[in-house]
Nanobody, 114 residues
Framework: QVQLVESGGGSVQPGGSLRLSCAAS????????MGWYRQAPGKQRELVASISSVGNINYADSVKGRFIISSGNAKRTVYLQMNSLKPEDTAVYYC????????WGQGTQVTVSS
């Protein structure tokens, strides 16, 4: 019943920007944190950024200073503003919401190439 719908992926040149969105529907319960993960070909899934219900934010070292995570006013939407994109950022990006249970988005492809 709970669904997380992602949007905003695409292909850009190095130095470009993209904004990812994730919107949740259904009865989730109390949200502990929301975050973005990514998985590149041949690599394990890694945490990119997270934001807690009280506003605590964490970023992977590789994206600090370039990416910004934020949540909507309703607290059921999470965004990832990605600036100064590099080829190394190429991956499928997944939204994740941690509540009493955990939920995942369908994934959206981000490709950075010249």
């Amino acid at each position: 019943q709970v669904q997380l719908v992602e949007s905003g992926g695409g292909s850009v040149q190095p130095g470009g920007s993209l904004r990812l969105s994730c919107a949740a529907s259904g009865s989730i319960g109390s949200i502990y944190y929301m975050g973005w993960y990514r998985q590149a070909p041949g690599k394990q899934r890694e945490l990119v950024a997270s934001i807690s219900s009280v506003g605590n934010i964490n970023y992977a070292d590789s994206v600090k200073g370039r990416f910004i995570i934020s949540s909507g006013n309703a607290k059921r939407t999470v965004y990832l503003q990605m600036n100064s994109l590099k080829p190394e950022d190429t991956a499928v990006y997944y939204c994740h919401i941690r509540a009493p249970a955990g939920y995942w988005g369908q994934g959206t492809q981000v490709t950075v190439s010249s």
